[in-house]
C-alpha cells in the first residue's frame, strides 16, 4: 500500500540532500574556489576577511556612540553593534554574490551536469567562512572588554541555523531572477541597503516608535538580530518574534528551492 502525501515528501528530502551526499566534493570544491578567486591578486590577500567588517566596525562606533549617543544597557556600543553587524554581514554578502551566482558561473551551467544549487550553497558556505574567522575576533573583542558568555549563548547556533535557512531561500530567489533579468542585481543592492537601516543593527529596538515596533517585527531579520543579542547579552528573549523569524525563514527556504528547481531546466538555455 502506498501513501502519496509520504512518497512525494521522502522525493523532496532526497532531492534537498542529493547535492550534499552525492556532489559534496564538487561543493567543497567551488567553495574553496569562491574563498580564493574573492582575494586573488590582492595585495593582503585573505585579511580582508578582517579588515573590511573591522573597518565597517570602528566607522559606525565612532558614529553611534560618539556624535549619536544612546543607551545600551551597560554593553559597550562595539560589542552591541558586532552581535548583529557580523550575522548582518553574512546575509548581505552571501545574497549580494548569489544573486550573480548563476550568471557569473553560466559556463559551468552550460557544460556540466550537476545540481545548480550547489553553486548557490557554495557562496553561503564561502561566507559562512569568513563570518566564522570574524567571529573569533568578536569573542576576543568580549573577553577584552568583559563581557562574559555563559550558556544562553548557545541559542547562537540555532539562530544561525534559521539565519542561514532564510539566507539560502532569497539566495536562490534572487539568482533565479537575475539570470532572466539582469537588472535583478540592482534591486538586490538597493533592497539591502534600505533592509540594513530598516533592522536594528547600529541602533536598538527600544529607539523604534512604539507605533512602529509591531510593523519593524514583521522584518525576519528583527527576531534574529535581537535573539542574538539576547543570546550573548543574557537578555529575556522575545520568542515572539524569534518564532516567527524562524517560521519566515522555512517558508521562504522551500518556496525559494521549489522556484529554482522549477526553473533550473531552463538555466542553460539563457545562462
Known sequence: MSFPLYTKTMTFLKTLVFPFTHYKYLLLQLTQREIKARYKQSFIGYAWVILNPLSQLLVYSFVFSVIFRFSTNNIPYIIFLY??????????????????GLVDNSSLLRKVAFPREIIIYAIVLAKFVDFFISAIIFSLFMMIL?????????WVVPLL??????????????STSNLFYRDIQYLANLLLMLWMYMT?????????PSQYVWLYKLNPMVGFMEGYRSALFHD?????IIVWSLGIAIV????????????????????
Not at 163 to 171: A, D, E, R, W
Not at 236 to 240: A, D, I
Open 83 to 100: 552581535a548583529a553587524l557580523l550575522p548582518w554581514g553574512l546575509f548581505q554578502g552571501s545574497i549580494f554574490t548569489a544573486t550573480q
Open 200 to 208: 536594528p543593527i547600529v541602533y536598538p529596538l527600544s529607539l523604534v
Open 146 to 154: 568583559h563581557v562574559p558568555f555563559s550558556t544562553t549563548s548557545l
Open 161 to 174: 541555523a534559521g539565519q542561514l535557512l532564510f539566507t539560502v531561500g532569497i539566495s536562490f530567489i534572487f
Open 252 to 271: 521562504i527556504f522551500f518556496v525559494g528551492f521549489f522556484i529554482f528547481k522549477k526553473a533550473e531546466r531552463t538555466f542553460a538555455d539563457v545562462a
Open 236 to 240: 529575556p528573549f522575545e520568542w515572539t
